[in-house]
């Protein structure tokens, strides 16, 4: 069995584990499974105040996908919880990242 498919077992018997939410996420993207990891990726956000690291994964997903608008959002997102858990030079690699995106 994959890890992919562990997690999905794992989430399926416990919906509301916002972690393993995250690590299916971070599985599914690693794997390629952009749209699935944006879908897992912005269930897990909906469910928790994450510090930013998602957000940039997020943002990966989306220009992955070559959807630049939603990368912003998801850059701007990101470097907003940085700030809010001062994590200062994260949210300066969003605002670095944003200023790359054309």
Not at 66 to 80: F, I, T, V
Not at 83 to 94: D, N, V
Request: aromatic fraction near 6%; charged fraction near 35%.
């Amino acid at each position: 069995m994959s890890r992919i498919d562990a997690l999905k077992n794992l989430l399926a018997k416990t919906p509301d584990d916002a972690m393993t939410r995250y690590m299916l996420a971070n599985e599914l993207y690693k794997d390629g499974q952009l749209a699935e990891a944006v879908d897992e990726l912005n269930a897990y956000l909906s469910a928790v105040k994450d510090e930013g690291a998602a957000y940039r994964t997020l943002a990966d997903a989306y220009l992955g996908l070559d959807k630049k608008k939603e990368a912003r959002w998801a850059l701007r997102q990101g470097a907003e919880a940085a700030l809010a858990h001062h994590h200062e030079g994260m949210a300066q690699e969003f605002e670095d990242r944003l200023k790359e995106i054309d």
